[in-house]
């Protein structure tokens, strides 16, 4: 049964990269907002935005990669904390 639960979580990961890569801040809001937000987690999105316009995009590749190693056990993940 857990199987089951943990199979739209590595679904979820592909959605997430491209909506954090390509659309960053709004991909944010998308998420935090839709049923691709990771159970019992939010995304950082004010960070997304501000750390990605002082960065240059930078934070965006990072915290997109880091999506694809979303971990639910650990407390934070980049881009997204506990509720």
């Not at 316009?53 to 056990?73: E, H, R």
Request: glycine share 6%.
């Amino acid at each position: 049964m857990s199987d089951q639960n943990n199979a739209p979580q590595t679904d979820n990961r592909i959605v997430w990269f491209v909506l954090k890569l390509f659309l960053g801040f709004i991909g944010c809001l998308i998420i935090n907002h839709t049923s691709l937000k990771p159970a019992g987690f939010k995304a950082r999105t004010m960070a997304h935005f501000f750390l990605s316009m002082i960065t240059f995009g930078i934070y965006s590749l990072v915290a997109s990669i880091c999506t694809l190693f979303f971990d639910p056990n650990k407390e934070r993940n980049i881009g997204f904390f506990r509720e």
